[in-house]
């Protein structure tokens, strides 16, 4: 028994609050998936190690933390998770797993269900989340800046066993908005939709959106960063509709100068294939190494801080583990980041004819790339990005109309609309 050999799997991923349990139950209670939750493994464990404690996001997140770290797995929570559905009595042909926090997660889920399994991003903006959650969080006699940095861990993209939602959002098949403006009857039809289509069940063409998108996502694969790959593209042509494509970028070290990962400066050796490291890593590494050497004290627990063990994230402190960066480099030195950026160099490429143009980018412009959009004008800017910056967001609102993306992401795209339209030709 347990789960069937050609078994259908999906994944849920998102800031929490958006709204993956509800999809999840939406299909459990309709389309017969079992729902199976991540962090029940950690509630479980919590309550067999804290019998008498109640539990707090924030200590459900770091046992997480603690778990694949103890583990020396990223993905140990999956496999778990797997493992317990192959003892379960039942045969489970369609499974739901919810609570999908890292990119290891989606490897193993990935390496089990192969071409069958496919994961959906839920998005929502911070504010419609905390809203949604603000009446559990007083109960609880926990306030919004708990919220906050909670989600601030929850979107972590630099440590391996860590929460890392913002990446798993970058690797989903499908992006689903379920914001205040979506009833639950429209969020059932557009899973039903996205599900079906994914499954081959209810096969439909590409949107004008997602194939723009998708030459964003295309774009990205031509950055050597060794953070985060970065596409836009600029259309001539209102959100949804197409047009002509007049500039198209990606972020990288600005030429003639080399990408990080080929820079001599920063470790590259290219005979002995040795990679460069990031000039922010380089960075960030050389300040703690000299707060150590003036005998700083952590600000959490007051120890006198030691040399780093590592010369990349994430660095803690030795003795309370706290992530010493939420204190001393809570931008992580974005501002130092090398490289121009995507959208820059669309603008860059597009020159005169950037203005009034729709721009797709793979996240949410950063503010100095909201500055350069507005000096640009362009009129709209379409974006996937789970925790847009919010002054940057700010910094657009009077002048640009923003629009999150939703639709099938360049992961699976042409998998998902080749069998797609092999279906609706009757092709064999």
């Not at 959490?300 to 204190?327: I, N």
Request: a neutral charge.
């Amino acid at each position: 028994m347990g789960i069937e050999a050609q078994a259908v799997a999906i994944g849920l991923t998102g800031p929490f609050g958006s709204g993956c349990t509800t999809d999840a139950r939406i299909l459990q209670e309709r389309l017969a998936y079992k729902h199976y939750r991540l962090s029940d493994l950690l509630v479980a464990r919590w309550r067999a190690e804290n019998p008498e404690k109640p539990y707090s996001r924030t200590d459900l997140q770091l046992l997480g933390n603690h778990v694949r770290e103890d583990a020396g797995d990223p993905g140990v929570l999956a496999r778990e998770a797997i493992a317990a559905l192959e003892r379960d009595a039942e045969q489970h042909a369609r499974i739901a797993f919810d609570g999908i926090r890292n990119t290891g997660e989606i490897d193993v889920l990935r390496n089990r269900f192969g071409h069958r399994f496919f994961l959906f991003a839920i998005e929502c903006p911070r504010e419609q989340r905390w809203k949604r959650l603000e009446p559990t969080y007083m109960q609880r006699g926990r306030t919004r800046p708990d919220f906050l940095d909670e989600e601030q861990r929850d979107g972590g993209e630099e440590g391996r066993y860590g929460q890392q939602v913002r990446l798993c959002v970058f690797q989903a098949d499908v992006l689903l908005r379920n914001d205040d403006t979506v009833p639950e009857a429209d969020l059932r039809s557009k899973l039903y939709g996205y599900v079906g289509l994914v499954t081959g069940e209810q096969p439909r063409y590409a949107k004008p959106i997602e194939i723009l998108m998708n030459l964003a996502y295309s774009a990205a694969h031509g950055s050597k960063c060794l953070k985060r790959q970065v596409g836009a593209v600029l259309v001539d042509a209102r959100p949804g509709k197409l047009g002509q494509v007049v500039g198209q970028g990606f972020n990288e070290n600005p030429s003639p100068t080399h990408p990080c990962v080929e820079e001599p400066r920063y470790g590259a050796e290219p005979t002995r294939k040795v990679p460069g490291r990031c000039f922010r890593d380089i960075v960030r590494y050389d300040s703690f190494v000299q707060l150590s050497r003036a005998s700083r004290r952590c600000p959490q627990c007051g120890e006198v801080l030691t040399a780093p063990a590592s010369d990349v994230p994430p660095w803690r402190c030795r003795a309370c583990r706290v992530d010493l960066e939420d204190f001393f480099w809570p931008e992580r030195a974005m501002t130092l980041c090398t490289a121009i950026h995507a959208e820059v160099a669309a603008m860059m490429a597009a020159g005169w004819r950037a203005k009034g143009t729709t721009l797709y980018s793979t996240t949410f412009p950063c503010f100095q790339c909201a500055e350069k959009i507005v000096q640009t004008g362009i009129k709209y800017v379409v974006y996937t990005e789970p925790y847009p910056d919010v002054r940057a967001a700010e910094r657009l609102e009077d002048h640009v109309e923003v629009l999150p993306f939703e639709g099938v992401r360049s992961g699976r795209f042409d998998e998902i609309f080749y069998r797609a339209r092999r279906s609706i030709t009757g092709q064999t």
